[in-house]
């Protein structure tokens, strides 16, 4: 089973070019298509033991990549730091609504959810 085709989709996101061709095609028919390894084989006439290995060499050579760089952890880091943000301001705009009843607070809550928009846009 492919527990980990979350990750490993988000590693190929932002480093699969660094992928050969051939490791791309293989990745794309293995985690996108979700093919077996058989079927892959079929496909495109090589063993279903060099599937195997190219799916591995480009699964070793995307976590590596990430183990050196930490784009994919910063990325999800900024995602939940953005998150947090929304559920904050949300709660903050909701208490604001009911009770204070404050302009200056329901502008700068759209100022707020508005940067943060843009930031989850920029990630992305």
């Not at 709660?91 to 609504?97: F, L």
């Amino acid at each position: 089973m492919k527990s980990d085709t979350y990750y490993m989709t988000m590693l190929y996101d932002f480093y699969g070019n660094l992928l050969t061709d051939k490791q791309k095609d293989l990745f794309d028919l293995y985690y996108n298509e979700d093919l077996s390894l058989s079927e892959i084989a079929d496909n495109i006439g090589i063993t279903r033991q060099g599937v195997r290995d190219g799916i591995m060499r480009s699964e070793h050579m995307l976590r590596d990549t990430e183990d050196k760089l930490g784009l994919v952890k910063r990325y999800s880091n900024i995602q939940g730091s953005l998150d947090s943000i929304q559920d904050a301001i949300s709660e903050i705009a909701r208490v604001n609504a009911m009770q204070v009843k404050n302009p200056t607070i329901a502008k700068n809550i759209d100022i707020i959810v508005n940067m943060v928009k843009l930031l989850s846009e920029q990630e992305k």
